[in-house]
T-cell receptor, first 114, second 120 residues
């Protein structure tokens, strides 16, 4: 079975702190994604990566950055956390194929910024 | 840009009955894929079913089936013989294929979600 893990289920940080969210997948997937999930808004794509050291902005990249130094690991960085970044963050991964790439999701990290 | 709309924030159904969740989308693409994902309470999101737009036949996975109406841009999910374990948030999602630097990847656009509660 595909396994996507995230470093924390719950995280509480203070405004202005630098926050790292880690995601690891064990299926040798080329693609990795970071989403945030908010009530009434569904999931929105923050950043994605289709290869090591490659990254592309999603729909809401402001205030975030990412790092992918190894194929299995994709990190989301909040340079200076703000209260409006309180949310559920979901990581996903998929193969890079010609057809539909089924995305496999991690359990999520619920981040609270005080 | 694509948009996906789920107009039912919450729905409920009695165990063993049938329920249909609605989803509409807007796109100018001709080739794309549609998905339904399920997110149980405090558990990971998993794929329920997917549909390729070029296929006219509706996808089916056991008790889950879709009604794909391409012209109407509608993609509803029918759950038959509902079970307590079907209680979850359900998301409809759209994917078109994109290319960057010769690679290919799939970006998902999600709807707002529908909370389904199955009552005993």
């Amino acid at each position: 079975d595909v396994k996507v893990t995230q470093s924390s289920r719950y995280l509480v940080k203070r405004t202005g702190e630098k926050v790292f969210l880690e995601c690891v997948q064990d299926m040798d997937h080329e693609n990795m994604f970071w989403y945030r999930q908010d009530p009434g808004l569904g999931l929105r794509l923050i950043y994605f990566s289709y290869d090591v050291k490659m990254k592309e902005k999603g729909d809401i990249p402001e205030g975030y950055s990412v790092s992918r130094e190894k194929k299995e690991r994709f990190s989301l960085i909040l340079e200076s956390a703000s209260t409006n970044q309180t949310s559920m963050y979901l990581c996903a991964s998929s193969f890079r194929t010609r057809g539909a790439d089924t995305q496999y999701f991690g359990p999520g990290t619920r981040l609270t910024v005080l | 840009a694509q948009t996906v709309t789920q107009s039912q924030p919450e729905m409920s159904v009695q165990e063993a009955e049938t329920v249909t969740l609605s989803c509409t989308y807007d796109t100018s693409e001709n080739n794309y894929y549609l998905f339904w994902y399920k997110q149980p309470p405090s558990r990971q999101m998993i794929l329920v079913i997917r549909q390729e737009a070029y296929k006219q036949q509706n996808a089916t996975e056991n008790r889950f089936s879709v009604n794909f109406q391409k012209a109407a841009k509608s993609f509803s999910l029918k759950i038959s013989d509902s079970q307590l374990g079907d209680t979850a948030m359900y998301f409809c999602a759209f994917m078109k294929h994109s290319n960057a630097g010769g690679t290919s990847y799939g970006k998902l656009t999600f709807g707002q979600g529908t909370i389904l509660t199955v009552h005993p």
